[in-house]
């Protein structure tokens, strides 16, 4: 039988320590605050999304009748699990959909979860913090960007979408070469970036987006989905 190793970041890791100075603890990992939903984060769906949800449980044939042609599609959609490969719709997955937005079932309301969100991120940057926003859906991060960019809040990305780029390449298509230390680890700038050299090694676009959010000041936001931001970001 085969086996798995795991270890938790903690086990090899140091937890911050908010009574020392912040440079005496460069390798420790940021403390975590648990904040009830009640003091942030809570949300109430709109009537749409409750009567759809009601609909769905009633009848779910009757349901998909009236709102699947509102649900993503595409192959993205197969990938995020709202559709099968044969684009037939999931239910449970569909539930979220309801729930994320009510453009899913037709509806110009405002999305309640989307505002909720927003007011976190707005809140945390006031306070000089950055902030990772985790997306179970690639549309819920196109949603998010676009939140980002009307305010004017540079954000990174680091979904299955970005890994797919390959290396980080220029506007011509060409691979960039980054400068390197001596031991093979690339070297940032003053701002926190990386620097490009003719003589260096390649980065992967995925990697480029975890560098600048980590160290870029001017990064404020990563949008992350699940299944790639668990790993090496924070």
């Given at each position: 039988q085969p086996h798995v190793i795991r270890f938790l970041k903690s086990e090899v890791m140091p937890t911050y320590n908010r009574t020392r100075p912040v440079e005496k603890q460069p390798l420790s990992?940021?403390?975590k605050d648990h904040i009830p939903p009640n003091e942030?984060?809570?949300?109430?769906?709109?009537?749409?999304?409750?009567?759809?949800?009601?609909?769905?449980?009633?009848?779910w044939n009757a349901w998909t009748q009236k709102y699947e042609h509102y649900m993503p599609r595409g192959d993205l959609a197969v990938e995020d699990g709202i559709r099968t490969s044969e684009n037939q719709l999931t239910k449970q997955h569909a539930f979220r959909q309801i729930v994320n937005n009510p453009v899913y079932i037709g509806s110009a309301d405002e999305s309640p979860k989307h505002k909720a969100a927003m007011d976190i991120v707005d809140r945390e940057l006031a306070g000089g913090n950055k902030v990772?926003?985790?997306?179970?859906?690639?549309?819920?991060?196109?949603?998010?960007?676009?939140f980002l960019e009307e305010r004017g809040i540079e954000y990174c990305m680091y979904t299955?979408?970005?890994?797919k780029q390959g290396y980080k390449k220029d506007a011509a298509g060409h691979d960039i070469i980054f400068e390197v230390?001596?031991?093979?680890?690339?070297k940032?700038?003053?701002?926190?970036r990386p620097i490009e050299k003719?003589?260096?090694?390649?980065?992967?676009?995925?990697?480029?987006?975890?560098?600048?959010?980590?160290n870029n000041a001017s990064k404020k936001v990563?949008?992350?989905t699940y299944s790639a931001g668990s790993q090496s970001v924070t």
């Open positions: 990992l940021p403390a942030a984060g809570l949300f109430t769906l709109t009537e749409a999304q409750s009567q759809a949800i009601l609909e769905m449980f009633e009848d990772l926003v985790f997306c179970r859906y690639h549309e819920q991060i196109k949603a998010y960007a676009r299955g979408e970005i890994t230390d001596e031991f093979g680890s690339y940032l700038d003053a701002q926190g003719q003589q260096g090694k390649r980065m992967l676009a995925i990697d480029y987006e975890r560098l600048m959010f980590q990563m949008l992350a």
